[in-house]
């Protein structure tokens, strides 16, 4: 998993020592993608390191919350879905992403909206699109999908031409309007 | 009325018209007096006195921008009084795509507008659906609204939209009586398409889902979409 190709600069040195210390070893794993590093924690453990990262390493900003289906991904052999958090440090403008996985069936995660309370709008996206519920979130309903869609749009499972959603409208006639 | 059209004696009129109608009873028509009917003169005036109701939910609407500007000027057709309330106008223009969130609002803006009221669907999303084929955007707002004049195009150009304006104004003078509350000739087309529709027909297919076409294909395997259900 660990592709590190061990520059002499890491940026992300101090937090990763910062990490350690307070939490402790064997909390994530890390992986990386060109300039990229990914934390991978299980979603027990989530709330505990985000909180550090904010507290602690200085991440004052939450720029995106997204998520990922990989139902059916070639190779895949973790859970079905991942919630990703891209986190922005301002003041050394090191960036980092967390990765969490959830699996179905009901699959959630604890809100992030106490730590950052931009989260609120992402996390909704994120339950509209996947269906991902996000334990603690104030006020979680759909946010681009009107409230009476049923499905989750971007799982992979579901059709790319819909259900028939868009087609559920009275017809207005001219003789009628 | 019947009328009779007739040559004028030219003795008895040294100068004017060389046509005049005489009336079948003995009612004398005087110089220069058209006759027309009142519902013709009504649908001159409405044609030349349009009020559009923009609806631009898309790219399409800055067209629509350039032809109520100076250079293409829509004012030249009487139509330049855009209204962004639905109560003030008799034209709505659908320029963009329409989703199923914003689908009842139309429908609604729609049925806000006074009659006599006239639609021209403008664009290839409006239209059809364009190239948004996906679960969220209608294909098509002439599935839930009547529609007089389709424009194509992505976007159309400001010509084709004024030619559209002309079309429409053709129509109008063509239909629609002062005491009447729609077009008879357009609800005999539309009760028509809506009797082709409902009956089965290979020509005219239902939409599949045809997602093995336009569907997601997990990577490397068959199109296996919609079969399966998470939830
Ligand atoms: S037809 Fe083309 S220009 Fe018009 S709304 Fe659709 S994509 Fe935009």
């Given at each position: 998993m660990n592709?590190t190709?061990?520059?002499?600069?890491?940026?992300h040195q101090a937090t990763l020592k910062t990490l350690a210390q307070t939490l402790g070893e064997g909390v994530f794993t890390q992986s990386?993608?060109?300039?990229?590093l990914?934390l991978h924690v299980p979603?027990s453990r989530l709330?505990d390191l985000?909180?550090a990262l904010?507290?602690q390493c200085?991440?004052?900003?939450?720029?995106?919350?997204?998520?990922?289906?990989?139902?059916?991904?070639?190779?895949?052999?973790?859970?079905?879905?991942?919630?990703?958090?891209?986190?922005?440090?301002?003041?050394?403008?090191?960036?980092?992403?967390i990765?969490?996985?959830?699996?179905?069936?009901?699959?959630?995660?604890?809100?992030?909206?106490?730590?950052?309370?931009?989260?609120?709008?992402?996390?909704?996206?994120?339950?509209?699109?996947?269906?991902?519920?996000?334990?603690?979130?104030?006020?979680?309903?759909?946010?681009?999908?009107?409230?009476?869609?049923?499905?989750?749009?971007?799982?992979?499972?579901?059709?790319?031409?819909?259900?028939?959603?868009?087609?559920?409208?009275?017809?207005?006639?001219?003789?009628?309007? | 009325?019947?009328?009779?059209?007739?040559?004028?004696?030219?003795?008895?009129?040294?100068?004017?018209?060389?046509?005049?109608?005489?009336?079948?009873?003995?009612?004398?028509?005087?110089?220069?007096?058209?006759?027309?009917?009142?519902?013709?003169?009504?649908?001159?005036?409405?044609?030349?006195?349009?009020?559009?109701?923009?609806?631009?939910?898309?790219?399409?609407?800055?067209?629509?921008?350039?032809?109520?500007?100076?250079?293409?000027?829509?004012?030249?057709?009487?139509?330049?009084?855009?209204?962004?309330?639905?109560?003030?106008?008799?034209?709505?223009?659908?320029?963009?795509?329409?989703?199923?969130?914003?689908?009842?609002?139309?429908?609604?803006?729609?049925?806000?507008?006074?009659?006599?009221?006239?639609?021209?669907?403008?664009?290839?999303?409006?239209?059809?659906?364009?190239?948004?084929?996906?679960?969220?955007?209608?294909?098509?707002?002439?599935?839930?609204?009547?529609?007089?004049?389709?424009?194509?195009?992505?976007?159309?150009?400001?010509?084709?939209?004024?030619?559209?304006?002309?079309?429409?104004?053709?129509?109008?003078?063509?239909?629609?009586?002062?005491?009447?509350?729609?077009?008879?000739?357009?609800?005999?087309?539309?009760?028509?398409?809506?009797?082709?529709?409902?009956?089965?027909?290979?020509?005219?297919?239902?939409?599949?889902?045809?997602?093995?076409?336009?569907?997601?294909?997990?990577?490397?395997?068959?199109?296996?979409?919609?079969?399966?259900?998470?939830?």
């Amino acid at each position: 998993m660990n592709t590190t190709s061990a520059t002499t600069t890491d940026e992300h040195q101090a937090t990763l020592k910062t990490l350690a210390q307070t939490l402790g070893e064997g909390v994530f794993t890390q992986s990386r993608f060109r300039d990229n590093l990914r934390l991978h924690v299980p979603a027990s453990r989530l709330i505990d390191l985000l909180r550090a990262l904010r507290d602690q390493c200085g991440f004052k900003l939450l720029s995106e919350v997204g998520g990922t289906d990989y139902l059916g991904y070639p190779g895949r052999t973790g859970a079905r879905f991942e919630v990703h958090y891209v986190l922005r440090n301002l003041e050394t403008s090191e960036y980092l992403i967390i990765k969490t996985g959830v699996d179905d069936p009901d699959p959630t995660l604890p809100s992030v909206v106490p730590l950052w309370s931009g989260a609120d709008w992402m996390e909704r996206e994120v339950f509209d699109m996947y269906g991902i519920r996000f334990e603690g979130h104030p006020d979680l309903r759909r946010i681009l999908m009107p409230p009476e869609f049923a499905s989750f749009p971007l799982r992979k499972d579901y059709p790319l031409r819909g259900r028939g959603e868009r087609h559920n409208f009275p017809r207005l006639l001219r003789g009628e309007s | 009325m019947a009328l009779e059209p007739s040559v004028a004696k030219s003795d008895s009129r040294a100068s004017g018209s060389v046509l005049s109608l005489k009336p079948a009873s003995s009612i004398e028509v005087p110089e220069n007096t058209i006759l027309t009917t009142i519902n013709s003169v009504v649908n001159w005036c409405r044609k030349y006195s349009l009020w559009p109701m923009p609806f631009a939910t898309a790219c399409c609407g800055i067209e629509l921008m350039a032809v109520g500007a100076s250079r293409h000027d829509i004012a030249r057709f009487g139509a330049e009084v855009m209204r962004f309330s639905p109560r003030q106008c008799d034209l709505m223009i659908v320029a963009g795509r329409v989703t199923m969130k914003m689908m009842p609002v139309l429908q609604r803006i729609w049925l806000q507008m006074p009659e006599p009221k006239w639609c021209i669907s403008m664009g290839a999303c409006a239209s059809t659906g364009g190239v948004f084929d996906t679960y969220a955007v209608v294909q098509g707002v002439d599935r839930f609204i009547p529609i007089d004049v389709y424009i194509p195009g992505c976007p159309p150009r400001p010509e084709q939209i004024l030619r559209a304006l002309m079309d429409m104004q053709d129509k109008i003078q063509k239909g629609g009586a002062i005491q009447g509350t729609a077009l008879p000739e357009l609800m005999t087309n539309e009760a028509r398409r809506v009797q082709i529709e409902s009956s089965p027909s290979p020509a005219l297919a239902r939409e599949r889902g045809d997602e093995d076409r336009y569907g997601y294909r997990i990577p490397g395997g068959p199109g296996q979409v919609g079969d399966r259900e998470s939830h």
